[in-house]
Nanobody, 126 residues
Framework: QALLVESGGGLVQAGGSLKLSCAASGHTFTKYAMAWFRQAPGKEREFVASISYSDDSINYADSVKGRFTISKDNAKDTVSLQMNSLKPEDTAVYYC???????????????????WGQGTQVTVAS
């Protein structure tokens, strides 16, 4: 069975940085588009960033543009999210998502993805 495992979360002061990683097994996820979403308590899950395979297109939520960078390593089958200039409002559980289909898709949407990790907690203190 395909598996995604996130790591790298933790507690950081506002203005600090964290790097999240997502390790894959059972499937070559980086052949397809991948993404990061996040969910804070009492909030709906929201899109953070995505990266495609075939066209190298990258998308970010407006709230993280200029601060977060998504990347993937196809050889290692991993995807990462470098988070800089963190704000308290970035506090959430961050989820890695992977698509297992080719073809056109709206990569900001949850329905575009077929596999999800269990999440890693990011807490930004003021």
């Amino acid at each position: 069975q395909a598996l995604l495992v996130e790591s790298g979360g933790g507690l950081v002061q506002a203005g600090g940085s964290l790097k999240l990683s997502c390790a894959a097994s059972g499937h070559t996820f980086t052949k397809y588009a991948m993404a990061w979403f996040r969910q804070a308590p009492g909030k709906e899950r929201e899109f953070v960033a995505s990266i495609s395979y075939s066209d190298d297109s990258i998308n970010y939520a407006d709230s993280v543009k200029g601060r977060f960078t998504i990347s993937k390593d196809n050889a290692k089958d991993t995807v990462s999210l470098q988070m800089n200039s963190l704000k308290p409002e970035d506090t959430a559980v961050y989820y890695c998502a992977a698509r297992a289909r080719y073809g056109s898709a709206y990569l900001r949407a949850q329905y575009a993805y077929d596999h999800w990790g269990q999440g890693t907690q990011v807490t930004v203190a003021s």
